[in-house]
């Protein structure tokens, strides 16, 4: 930007400086939401942000040495049963038992561990799957954070860009005043017509229509910014009176910082490593297991048709299983081959990501400098408009131009107004589009 360019643009940070009256004090003025304010609220009662919340919290709990399977398993198992038979038995020396309502019991309980000593490495990568899943339920949020910033500022630009057309309006129906005054008192002096009072007061009357419109309107973006932040949509609130911009406003294009704060490229870059992992995970499964087994148990039993009454064991045993699949019909195989082409387009899916990104922020950027241009441009034609509205008027009072002539020095003034503050917005929603797709919105 030029030094001319610098000054015209500081000047723009400030609402026009015409005759945008205030709106009418009252006892019982609504209290003041500023940005800072509604961002705080949103991201405290927004139920997206409450659902990330928990999603975070519940992979971090999930992210532990035992969900990835280095700890032990240890099992307490007991059983008794009992039961009534009738038996009859024949041996081969010729003697034979014939007993009815035989009675057996048998007790065991004991203590089972089992702890995986070498699986292939898989535990190592599930360690590393669970702690990317931990960060991305962080980079989700992230996201969410960034986008939801994004909207309550554009909302709450929204209230602004209605509270500026209702001061305009407001500002417009003056002069509808001054020109119906004006009118009547051409006609006391017979330089004027019925006519023209009657214009007059049609005007003023649409004027004050348009007033209740634009009423409802701002009514209306209230209620949709309060339902952003789960708000009462009745909860009536004022907003600031301009849209602050950014001055000199610059942002960092390059791969390594939108790879770092684009969150979005975040989450892409991410599922690289995600599918990375998924692979190593299921390479382990050509690997054998090696398991270490311990146990102590105990066993009693009885039978009144046995030999012996009572049977009773108790003691530890210890020792290591080696288990190795030779075969599964070559599912290790295709799981391996689907993981490699995963981990393949996941590559290609952050390529595209990047580019849809770079793409992004370079319309953006051309959107900006055009917005800008623009807004300098109409707030030029607004000063315009307002001198062009005060010279017609005081015209009018000395019947030097005609009522058509002032009608129209009118609804120049009004269409400047309207453009200028809409284009005020256009440029403030470009900065955030911006913002957002640089990740700076959250830092």
């Known amino acids: 930007m030029n030094s001319e360019l610098k000054k015209t643009f500081i000047a723009l940070l400030i609402f026009p400086v015409i005759s945008f009256l205030p709106e009418k004090s009252s006892a019982q003025s609504p209290p003041l ?35 990835a399977g280095f700890l032990p398993r240890l099992d307490l198992i007991g059983d008794a049963t009992f039961s009534g038979q009738n038996i009859n038995q024949k041996f081969s020396n010729g003697s034979e038992i014939n007993k009815n309502g035989v009675s057996n019991k048998s007790q065991s309980a004991g203590a089972y561990l089992t702890w995986t000593l070498f699986d292939g490495m898989n535990m190592f990568a599930t360690a590393k799957y669970l702690k990317l899943q931990e960060e991305q339920a962080g980079n989700v949020s992230n996201e969410n954070i960034q986008n939801l910033i994004a909207n309550i500022m554009d909302s709450y630009y929204l209230v602004v860009q209605q509270k500026q057309l209702l001061r305009l309006i407001d500002s417009s129906i003056k002069y509808y005043d001054v020109a119906l005054t004006t009118a009547k008192n051409l006609q006391l002096n017979g330089k004027g017509t019925r006519q023209q009072v009657l214009q007059a007061q049609i005007d003023l009357n649409g004027g004050k229509a348009q007033e209740i419109l634009q009423k409802n309107n701002l009514a209306v973006q209230k209620v949709s910014l309060n339902q952003l932040l789960q708000r009462n949509p009745d909860a009536d609130f004022d907003v ?5 911009l950014i001055q000199n406003f610059t942002t960092d294009t390059t791969e390594l910082f ?8 975040m989450l892409a870059n991410k599922e690289v490593d995600v599918q990375t992992a998924i692979l190593q995970q299921n390479r382990s499964l050509y690997f054998p297991n090696l398991d270490f087994n311990a146990d102590y148990a105990y066993s009693n039993s009885s039978s009144s048709a046995s030999f012996f009454l009572k049977n009773q064991n108790q003691g530890w045993g210890a020792g290591l299983t080696l288990s190795w699949n030779i075969f599964n019909g070559m599912q290790t195989r295709e799981q391996v081959q689907i993981s490699k082409i995963n981990m393949d387009n996941a590559r290609w899916q952050y390529r595209q990501v990047l580019s849809d990104t770079k793409a992004g922020i370079n319309s953006q950027l051309k959107n900006y400098k055009a917005a800008l241009d623009e807004m300098v441009l109409l707030r030029e034609n607004l000063n315009l408009a307002y001198e062009n509205l005060q010279l017609a008027t005081e015209q009018y009072k000395l019947f030097a131009i005609t009522q058509v002539e002032l009608q129209s020095a009118h609804k120049s ?31």
């Open 33 to 67: 939401l500023s940005l800072d304010q509604a961002i705080s609220i949103g991201l405290k009662q927004n139920y997206q942000m409450i659902i990330d919340s928990n999603n975070v919290r519940a992979s971090s709990i999930n992210n532990s040495l035992g969900s």
């Open 413 to 443: 003034f009004d269409d400047a107004g309207a453009a200028y503050i809409a284009s005020v917005y256009a440029v403030k929603k470009v900065e955030t589009n911006l913002l957002l797709l640089t990740g700076a919105l959250v830092r």
């Open 258 to 265: 939108l790879r770092e704060h684009n969150p979005t490229l």
């Open 240 to 244: 600031i009176d301009t849209i602050p």
